[in-house]
């Protein structure tokens, strides 16, 4: 017979509804973007891109997202695929391989800023302005 699974305490059912949310802001940031074409993942690395005043070698951009450089490189090749956005050599060192945005990327980038804005008032709906505020300040507690 195997133990009595213990009830969860306050913060493990915070953790979980913190779980089931990034969950639940997944699915439907993934649906507000199937018409643009692109993965949120992707979307990510477009955003992050378009920081950078220049175009930035892959390994800034694998370490500005933290993940390793070959996810980086899968990302590339979509968004490449796509015409969203090309690799470049380096004029100093042939070795090294910068990503640029194109004209379609920057399009892109218009096209993402009108599918998040939608995916947060579905997401924020349920919410009154009141409680709007309440959760961006605490939101900006935990995410500095």
């Not at 070795?95 to 218009?110: F, H, I, K, N």
Request: no cysteine.
């Amino acid at each position: 017979m195997s133990a009595p699974v213990p009830a969860p305490d306050a913060d493990g059912l915070l953790a979980e509804q913190l779980l089931r949310l990034t969950r639940r802001l997944h699915r439907i940031q993934k649906r507000h973007l199937e018409p643009v074409g692109i993965t949120p993942a992707q979307s990510r690395l477009l955003r992050v891109l378009a920081q950078y005043d220049g175009a930035p070698r892959m390994a800034d951009l694998a370490d500005r997202l933290e993940v390793v450089p070959r996810a980086v490189t899968t990302l590339v090749d979509g968004l490449e695929s796509g015409g969203r956005v090309r690799r470049v050599q380096d004029p100093a060192n042939r070795r090294v391989v910068r990503v640029e945005l194109t004209d379609l990327g920057r399009g892109t980038l218009r096209e993402l800023r009108g599918a998040r804005r939608a995916a947060a008032e579905d997401i924020l709906a349920p919410l009154s302005t009141e409680q709007r505020e309440a959760l961006g300040g605490l939101l900006s507690a935990l995410v500095p």
